[in-house]
């Protein structure tokens, strides 16, 4: 099945937290509160002088130095050009930090809200937003970070599932059609996005998950944070996940997010025939994580729902629904 993680990692303790943020020059106040993610182990430490940081442990093998130092690099060139993103601080001219067990980054603690998807300004200021990055992101391409694409998001975490025997017998079948079917009918939509374009849909530098609790709100206007997954996609993958409720109101949404962000970059509106085939690949994807991660106790802690018959079972369902969706015209915008 999966490869057990580091024994350091898997083990590591607010003394280890505390002590490695000390080894670059900070001096702790023992204030210490773990923040929500699971893939790295992210921490929010207190300083002696009321301030706090936040202090991210890589988990070890997800990515290379090489990678994350790309990421890194993303996100201090928007930086430099004053958008709102939370970049690693530098620390003796260096963004990655090593100690004898563990990869870290440290970072400046940014407070904020999640935006509010049915405030249509608030769209239209992350479509500037997002409009600001993607200007940028597609100046240059990842060299050591992959590409989103059906085989890395689909059909690899699918075969995963599938090869280590994670469903239960009853419903491998069902299983099995609905993401084959999923999968032949991503690649149409991406067919469809392609249409009449020379070397397919185009990709750039992304966020790669920008959901909306990794823009963080303020008086002062969103900042995004945990460029993680950063990779080259389709730019529609960071926009598709600002549209929420029923498919007038997602014309809606998709209507104000675009209003800015052509503002500041070009939109290929071929690129709407992905969104149902991203969600696709994302419905896929996120458990072909949950599986590959299951080794990890801190996995079965946070999510106790998963590997449950009853789990499976709405998975299934939830990819019916969305087959049904990919059947669907794209929505429209008139921008």
């Not at 790309?70 to 003796?92: D, G, R, S, Y």
């Not at 699918?158 to 690649?187: C, G, H, M, W």
């Not at 070397?199 to 990794?214: E, F, K, L, Q």
């Amino acid at each position: 099945m999966t490869t057990l993680i580091d024994n350091a990692y898997s083990k590591l303790s607010p003394n280890d937290v505390l002590n490695s943020v000390e080894q670059f020059g900070y001096q702790c106040d023992g204030r210490l509160l773990a923040l929500n993610s699971y893939e790295n182990r992210v921490y929010r430490v207190g300083l002696d002088d009321g301030s706090s940081v936040v202090a991210k442990f890589y988990r070890p093998l997800r990515w290379t130095d090489e990678a994350i130092l790309e990421e890194h690099a993303f996100t201090q060139e928007l930086a430099e050009l004053e958008i709102p993103v939370v970049a690693p601080l530098e620390i003796n001219q260096q963004t990655l930090l090593h100690t004898e067990d563990f990869r870290l980054s440290i970072f400046p603690n940014r407070g904020g809200r999640a935006p509010d998807l049915e405030d249509f300004d608030q769209l239209e200021q992350m479509g500037r937003f997002m409009g600001r990055i993607h200007q940028v992101g597609k100046t240059k391409a990842f060299d050591h970070r992959p590409d989103l694409t059906i085989d890395t998001f689909g059909s690899q975490p699918r075969d995963f599932i599938l090869k280590n025997n994670f469903i239960p017998v009853d419903l491998v079948e069902a299983y099995s059609s609905l993401t084959a079917q999923l999968l032949t009918e991503a690649a149409q939509c991406y067919e469809r996005a392609a249409h009449g374009q020379e070397g397919g849909v185009a990709m750039i530098r992304c966020h790669g998950d920008c959901h909306p609790s990794n823009i963080l709100w303020t008086s002062e206007g969103p900042h995004i944070v945990d460029f993680d997954d950063a990779r080259m996609a389709p730019a529609v993958q960071d926009i598709w996940m600002f549209l929420a409720g029923d498919r007038a109101e997602m014309t809606i949404g998709l209507d104000a997010v675009l209003a800015g962000y052509t503002e500041f970059c070009d939109f290929d509106p071929r690129q709407l025939h992905l969104i149902e085939a991203l969600r696709s690949l994302r419905l896929i994807h996120y458990y072909g994580w949950l599986a590959k991660r299951w080794d990890d106790p801190a996995f079965k802690l946070a999510f106790p729902w998963f590997n449950t018959q009853r789990c499976w079972e709405d998975h299934v369902l939830s990819l019916r629904e969305q087959a049904a969706l990919l059947h669907e015209a794209p929505i429209d915008w008139y921008g």
